[in-house]
């Protein structure tokens, strides 16, 4: 993915995984998004910022869910919990199924302040 993205004019200014609720961490042991975004990170010099944004909700799985109820299962997951000193930001997730984490997260981040929000993915189910 970095490597696609190396010849293009704009770079956001940061990289911000989607992330993992707590206790999802803890069992899981890792979070995918910021396993995808460290070398990104790395190759195209961006910062990746994985602690400005926090789930807050301890959602149910968006893979067992249809379309209509993943909306509904994402909303108010996510709060803001430091500023974020970006006008122009990428969110960074695994697989993008109906886009409704992303636009929730993008939501977020608009209120608090960035202008530009790209989301970069491996793969769109």
Known sequence: ???????????????????LHPSRYRSRGFNQAIEIARPI???LKIPMDNHAVKRVINTHS???LHAKERHKNIRGAFQVKKSIDAKHIAIIDDVITTGST?????????KAGVE???VWSFARA
């Open 102 to 110: 992303v636009t929730e997260l993008a939501k977020v981040l608009k």
């Open 62 to 64: 968006q893979s067992e």
């Open 41 to 43: 990170s790395t190759t």
């Open 116 to 118: 530009r929000i790209d």
């Open 1 to 19: 993915m970095a490597q696609q993205r190396l010849d293009e004019a704009e770079q956001p200014e940061r990289l911000i995984p989607v992330p």
